[in-house]
Nanobody, 123 residues
């Protein structure tokens, strides 16, 4: 069982930055690929970024490429997402998720989820 707790969300103006964190409870954190997803009201949950267990490989949704950076610190059981050049359309609840194996873009492939953190970008 893996418990995930996100933090770092908030209100920011367009063009600003935020850094999200996701702390994991599992001592086997390094065994899991991690992903960030987001969901806006009335929309489906969408893939934002994923990172392999070692941190060597990172993947991004087209909507955030070049603006967001995912990273992880296995010693701290934490995954991060640095979000720059934020836009109003980035407004959503952001979730981190964990799965065994390689990162995946389909949320159905993830086994564990956090409760989410709200990001609001004002224009």
């Amino acid at each position: 069982q893996v418990q995930l707790v996100e933090s770092g969300g908030g209100l920011v103006q367009a063009g600003g930055s935020l850094r999200l964190s996701c702390a994991a409870s599992a001592r086997t954190f390094r065994n899991y690929a991690m992903g960030w997803f987001r969901q806006a009201p009335g929309k489906e949950r969408e893939f934002v970024a994923g990172i392999s267990w070692s941190g060597t490989n990172a993947y991004y949704g087209d909507i955030v490429k070049g603006r967001f950076t995912i990273s992880r610190d296995n010693a701290k059981n934490t995954v991060y997402m640095q979000m720059n050049s934020l836009k109003p359309e980035d407004t959503a609840v952001y979730y981190c998720a964990a799965r065994s194996g390689a990162p995946a873009g389909d949320p159905l492939n993830y086994d564990y989820w956090g409760q989410g953190t709200q990001v609001t970008v004002s224009s």
